[in-house]
């Protein structure tokens, strides 16, 4: 009886390591900042029936102001309303209707987020040199400009599978990506116009989409890495081309 009690016990103890290693191994994939250290800077805004995978009619661009026709939305699946996340630093001027004019978007590189470019672009990081390039009296001069860092959809902050969905989340395009955040500038901080789209690597694919789908809203576009095209050899560009 006690040797049964004892295997019991060890039993238990091992489930519940292992229950414990299982959410400690889940974490980093599911936590809403790749940055911890700048979680606190990270803001959010939700938009309702936004519609993913869509078609998107650009003759006709009142068709998709929440979302490409046929899309789903995650309402519909069990879920709730669509989440944009980003950082924003620096200096907002405003016209005469309180609309922000300076403003300065960077799209962050594919698997970062708005807490990335932060830390790569603000505080300097090895991976961008070492030194700034946002910040007063730097190229991008947060004097001068009112800088906001956004994170894609589908990956950390923003409303991503692992929100709950999982294989439920529907398939989503750079378009659905751009569309969201437009929403978010437009709808909830209120910029009227951008001064300059910029971003690295996927970043920089979103930057060109952002000249597609929104060339009035859109001063310059200053792509770093992206491309428009995949390699017909490349499994991931191929894959990254259909979402």
């Not at 229950?19 to 803001?43: E, Y």
Request: charged share 20%; with cysteine; hydrophobic share 35%.
């Amino acid at each position: 009886m006690i040797g049964r009690q004892s295997m019991r016990r060890c039993f238990i103890s091992l489930l519940l390591l292992l229950i414990g290693t299982s959410f400690a191994v889940a974490q980093p994939f599911t936590r809403r900042s790749s940055q911890v250290q700048h979680d606190g800077l990270k803001q959010y805004y939700e938009i309702a029936n936004f519609r993913l995978g869509g078609r998107y009619d650009f003759a006709d661009p009142s068709k998709w102001e929440n979302g490409g026709e046929g899309g789903k939305t995650l309402e519909s699946l069990g879920g709730g309303k669509l989440r944009t996340a980003y950082v924003a630093i620096g200096t907002p001027r405003r016209n005469a209707a309180g609309e922000i004019t300076n403003a300065v978007v960077i799209n962050s590189y594919y698997s970062g987020d708005s807490t990335d470019m932060y830390e790569q672009w603000v505080k300097g990081a090895a991976l961008s040199g070492g030194v700034p390039i946002i910040g007063p009296g730097r190229p991008i001069d947060t004097d001068r400009y009112y800088v906001i860092m956004v994170d894609p959809l589908g990956t950390w902050g923003a409303s991503k599978p692992s929100d709950g969905l999982g294989i439920k989340f529907p398939q989503y395009s750079y378009y659905d990506m751009v569309q969201a955040n437009y929403r978010l500038l437009r709808d909830h901080l209120k910029v009227a116009r951008i001064a300059l789209v910029t971003g690295v690597s996927m970043g920089g694919t979103q930057t060109y989409v952002w000249g597609v789908m929104h060339p009035e809203y859109i001063g310059a576009l200053m792509p770093i890495g992206g491309t428009t095209q995949s390699d017909a050899e490349d499994p991931v560009g191929n894959w990254t081309f259909q979402m």
